[in-house]
């Protein structure tokens, strides 16, 4: 039995050999391979030993004075190694359809750039969850997040993707800047940069620095995440970046920021069982809460296949948050089967995440190198041709809208049964808050169905829209292959749970969950009948032998039928052609219609004219812009906001009834709420 | 856990259910009639359609891919599914311990998001308008559904619907107002769920007043059959948990026969009463326009939001 | 007996909130009329719940009143008085807040009203428990109607419904103060009524309009 450290050890020497193996290949017809199997490779001891330490002891390592006066520390813990299993299973699919997806670059440019940056990229992901001294984790974030700033530029002779690479570099810096504040407070308490003295100290800090602590990683860790309204970089620099290093960032780089605010909260923050803490659970679930519907509703009205995914990833890291809030408020009322409820959906869910968004960015890459465009607008009926990728998409589909039997539903009942047991909550207002947050968060799940019916049909079905999308090619084997290996992940979390969340209870030290994989999970309630149960092995069957069982019956019933062939009903006027489809702004159009408050949507229409009369027209040209009201409200009026402030208050005095009348009106509530809060019973 | 005669029973619930459904239709369509002055077909007639269209040869139109032709068989397969974990004459049933109401709420959601690629498959206009409204219409119901779901979860002590048919059949709804708000809202989620006016209207073939209608346009013989018994079997689930959750009443509470024949009498008596009055209220009121149906689902929301209230005080 | 009477307390309480709603989720004149009648008609019959329970035979007076002026006198009048006014002026077309999402509102506003109820002096008062949050939920919903909606005629609406909530409130708390006053409110609500109706009618010939929106240009710039 070789030890978890060596296998550690194998897989960060085998990312390095990656790297260098990118660095000195020239273009041939094996460089792709060189770069990629080094990587695939690591990605299995990654998984190997991440699996060794989930089931067994946590490595520790340490390399005293590795830089002048700090010490290379790595800790493997049961959390660490999660994220890690994460990485592992992500990036060694990912690896494998590298090597597919690379070629197109090949020709253009040097794949070295590529498979170095590539490499080291998911190395340095590795190594910030390993290590356990605040100023190495920061070195490697900041590796991290420079080897990913080159990559989302890889594209750079596109205007549009160096500009989406400096918005990147400018909000990832300024969450570094908030998580160095955050170590920073627990140096000036512990008198010590190293992750054991913040576990250990962080309990005697005073609560205001606790607090603090706490508050800047959260902003930190955040905007890693993705989280509204610190979002911003995201819808940019995700779609900017070649598919195979978008897959990465979805479904793993932005899990690193959630593995830092787990980390902060349950580690080095001095969390504890106390009314103290509810706020921090309370925050988590509101901006999850945010992020799930801003996410979700930028998603459903996006043409453009990469963002609407890259907006769809923030949606998930709401869902992720409300979890995540769940049970930080259940532990501190002491809840703990609720919080161990919360976080195994929240943890359940990151995995979910991982595993879904990978393989749709990945199947969004096949589509974009087939088709040449990124425009669902321009799409249309690659069913036909690429009948692999699109059965691989609609898979990725069906799992992140959250339907069974596969992964998200899993996840999205484990939140929904979080949200419900809030129930428990010993304080009326929290009752009533988390049962109203509920409200976008089903808000949420119904148009991410939405979003993802409109995203696959519209690739895939109905006839083609533009040329872009006739006379293409199905993917290269290994693209396929490493989408299935994801794919294949989303059943198996779907149709057997018990893996999920057995690895989670694991990993996580929680009380054990059922103990073989047909128990259904349960849930009682305060009487002891069950409150819940969900069994979806049995799900399964009885839907495959439904499913038989109507075949035969109808067959029986009816004998047998002719199928025909014919043209769709055109109503008899015959020449039904694509441009007769919907398209996708048009079906979203309601979703935008009643939704118009936030999208603020306006048309602008260019009509060029017969001559004189109005109504002979030879081209209309129609443009349904959808505003970015965080762009607007938010990041632009921070540069005026001086002048905005005293604008707004000279705006006080408007003369209308109903101002003044809403002025009374929210004096008065206020004032009620002060005196009820001053008072607080 | 459960004996045979209980597992037995539950089947016999699962095979009622999907033996009734296209009976209530027919009730629904007679009253319908009856209502405007005709005399209307049988209330068998929807038997008779299916049988019709089982024997008929297919159309299929050659634009359409293997999601097109699948989507007829995952829509059954997910709501006879979903008919397995209802309790319908019997108070608990034996499937209890392997879903509850959300997987339910998820099968319905499996079988709505293959009707609208179904529908965009076809390649026609007509699909992706019907696609396109009830994207809408799905997605706003959804958070509608689950308000209204979280209090009688909470109210009843569990989304598995045996405990809480259980618990409703236990205790008089006097001591839970909450559960008035409950009903109006998940009466008015259920219009929207079955297609029924204000919402949408099943019996019309104008493309101006059609949803549900469009995106099985393109459907014939076998697969329409399905499609239109899958229907009929969501419509009769949504109304059993009507009925079951909001009045219990002769709902058989132990598996001897006696018992369970006077539950199965009323539970028919109480359904086809149900089924009647929302023939009523369908003939009573106009179709609403697209963009005024969010306002009756924010009238869902808002009334399930108050029932949450009064649950915590 | 006395969970019982708790529990017909709440349903009607919930019932009446229900009737308030009615009223927000309509925007037609004659709608909201109508919405408001079956509003004062629950009203009576949670005023006469009152009169049952506390046995007072006073209060049994004032819900014949209510159910007299405010489900069939205010809506006659103002049913006559509005009768020649354009019926532009008579639907509510283009309020601040659309009407779903005023409807939301409505509904934070309700449980705004219990939380700020739950710390009141009068906890053993099953009446002021059960009501009380009730009124203040409907004194609230009209200030939002008053504050939300453009034309004259259904800034009435909210009048009424924050009148509505005031009696309840003072039914609630002190089971109806003295017949006297009483009475002399309603003749009080029903002079308003007519003044305002009069008065909006007016309005609407002189300026051709009945947006409160257009007193903006009153202001001084």
Sequence with gaps: ?681 | MYDIATIVVGIIQVLAMLALAPLLTGIIRKTKARTQKRIGASILQPYYDLLKLVRKDEVISDQTSWIFRACPWVNFAAMATAAFFIPVFLVYTPFGLVGDLLLVVGLFALGRFFTMLAGLDVASSFGGLGSSREMMISALLEPALFLSIFVVAITYGGTNLSTMIEASSNSSFLPHPQIIFAAIGLFIIILGETGRLPFDNPATHLELTMVHETMILEYSGKSLAMMEWSQSIKQIILFTLMVNIFVPWGISSSILFSSLAVGFFMFAGKISLFGIFVAFLESSVAKWRLFRIPDLIAIAIATSMIGIVLCYL | ?221
Aim: with cysteine.
């Design chain 3, 1 to 221: 007996m006395e969970t019982m009477q708790f529990d017909v307390l709440t349903i009607s309480g919930a019932v009446l909130l229900i009737a308030t709603f009615g009223i927000v989720a309509t925007r037609g004149f004659m709608d909201w009329l109508n919405a408001y009648r079956y509003q004062s008609i629950v009203l009576s019959g949670v005023t006469a719940i009152i009169g049952y329970v506390t046995g007072i035979w006073e209060i049994y007076i004032a819900a014949g009143l209510t159910l007299v002026i405010k489900s069939i006198i205010i809506p006659k009048v103002l049913t006559y008085v509005t009768r020649k006014l354009e019926i532009e002026f008579k639907l509510e077309t283009n309020p601040y807040v659309s009407i779903r999402a005023s409807v939301i509102i409505s509904a934070l506003l309700v449980a705004l009203s219990y939380f700020l109820i739950q710390q009141i002096p009068f906890k053993s008062d099953q009446i002021v428990n059960a009501y009380l949050p009730v009124s203040m939920a409907q004194f609230f919903i009209g200030l939002f109607v008053l504050v939300n909606r453009r034309t004259v005629l259904s800034q009435v609406v909210g009048l009424l419904i924050i009148e509505n909530g005031l009696f309840l409130f003072a039914m609630a708390l002190t089971h109806g103060v003295s017949l006297l006053i009483e009475v002399g409110i309603f003749v009080d609500i029903l002079v308003g009524i007519l003044i305002s109706s009069i008065l909006l009618f007016r309005i609407s010939r002189t300026f051709d309009s009945l947006d409160v929106g257009k007193l903006e240009n009153l202001r001084d710039d």
């Design chain 1, 1 to 681: 039995m070789v030890s978890n450290l060596i296998l550690f050890q194998i897989s960060v020497l085998l990312f390095l050999g990656g790297a260098l193996l990118g660095l000195l290949s020239r273009n041939s017809r094996f460089s792709r391979h060189a770069i990629f199997v080094p990587s695939m490779i690591g990605s299995i001891f990654t998984i190997m030993f991440s699996i060794g330490v989930i089931t067994g002891k946590p490595i520790t390592w340490m390399i005293p004075n590795a830089v002048p006066f700090f010490d290379l520390e790595i800790f493997v813990d049961g959390i660490s190694a999660f994220f890690l299993l994460i990485i592992g299973i992500v990036s060694f699919a990912v690896s494998l359809y590298s090597i597919g997806y690379s070629k197109e670059y090949q020709i253009e440019k040097r794949t070295a750039a590529l498979g170095f940056l590539f490499n080291i990229f998911v190395l340095s992901m590795i190594l910030v969850v390993s290590s356990n001294n605040a100023f190495f984790f920061l070195v490697f974030w900041e590796s991290m997040s420079l080897t990913s700033f080159f990559l989302v530029i890889y594209d750079h002779d596109k205007e549009e993707n160096l500009k989406s690479g400096m918005t990147y570099l400018v909000m990832t810096h300024l969450g570094t800047a908030f998580i160095f504040a955050s170590f920073l407070l627990g140096y000036i308490q512990t008198g010590s940069f190293s992750f054991d003295s913040f576990r250990h100290g962080s309990a005697g800090f005073p609560l205001f620095v606790k607090n603090l602590v706490f508050i800047f990683a959260f902003i930190g860790f955040g905007t890693k995440a993705g989280m509204v309204p610190l979002h911003g970089w995201l819808p940019k620099a995700h779609p900017s970046a070649p598919s195979n290093i978008s897959a990465l960032m979805s479904a793993v780089m932005i899990k690193i920021g959630i593995y830092g605010i787990i980390r902060t909260i349950f580690d080095f923050s001095g969390f504890g069982v106390s009314p103290d803490f509810v706020w921090w659970g309370m925050l988590l679930i509101v901006f999850g809460s945010a992020s799930a519907i801003v996410g979700v509703l930028y998603a459903v009205v996006e043409r453009d296949i990469k963002r609407a995914l890259a907006f769809s990833s923030i949606e998930n890291i709401g869902i992720i948050l409300v979890g995540l809030g769940l049970s930080v408020v259940f532990a501190s009322f002491q809840l703990t089967a609720f919080a161990v409820l919360a976080l195994v959906a929240s943890m359940y869910h990151t995995i979910n995440h991982a595993v879904f968004k990978g393989l749709l960015f990945m199947g969004a890459g096949s589509v974009v190198s087939a088709t040449h465009t990124k425009n669902i607008e321009h799409l249309g009926g690659l069913v036909k041709q690429m009948p692999w990728t699109a059965l691989l998409f609609l898979i990725g589909a069906i799992s992140i809208s959250g339907l069974p039997p596969f992964n998200g539903f899993v996840s999205e009942w484990f939140t929904m049964q979080s949200l419900l047991s809030s129930h428990h909550i010993p304080s009326t207002i929290l009752q009533i808050s988390i049962a109203f947050a509920s409200l976008p968060f089903a808000l949420t799940i119904g148009i991410a169905a939405a979003t993802f019916v409109k995203l696959f049909g519209m690739t895939f079905l109905s006839k083609a829209r533009s040329k872009h999308a006739i006379h293409i090619k199905e993917v290269s084997r290994s693209m396929i292959l490493g989408m299935s290996i994801l794919a294949a992940a989303c059943v198996l979390l779907g149709v057997v749970p018990y893996l999920g969340t057995s690895l989670i209870s694991t990993a996580f030290h929680l009380s054990s969950q059922p103990s073989s994989p047909f128990d259904s999970v349960s849930i009682q309630n305060s009487s002891g009948k069950s409150f819940a149960n969900l069994s979806m092995p049995v799900v399964v069957i009885i839907l495959s032998s439904v499913l038989v069982a109507i075949f035969g019956f109808i067959r029986v019933l009816g004998g047998n039928t002719k199928k025909t062939a014919y043209g769709t009903w055109d109503c008899g006027f015959g020449g039904l052609n694509e441009r007769m489809e919907y398209t996708p702004t048009s079906l979203s159009q309601p979703i935008r219609a009643v939704f118009k408050v936030f999208f603020k949507p306006h048309n602008q229409t260019e009509k060029e004219s017969f001559g004189e009369n109005p109504y002979l027209l030879k081209t209309v040209k129609i443009e349904t812009v959808v505003k970015n009201i965080f762009e607007e409200m938010l990041y632009a009026p921070m540069v005026s906001s001086f002048v905005f402030f005293f604008d707004k208050v000279r705006r006080l005095q408007t003369g209308k009834i109903n101002a003044y009348l809403l002025y009374i009106m929210i004096t008065l509530v206020l004032l009620l709420l002060f005196v009820r809060l001053s008072n607080n019973v």
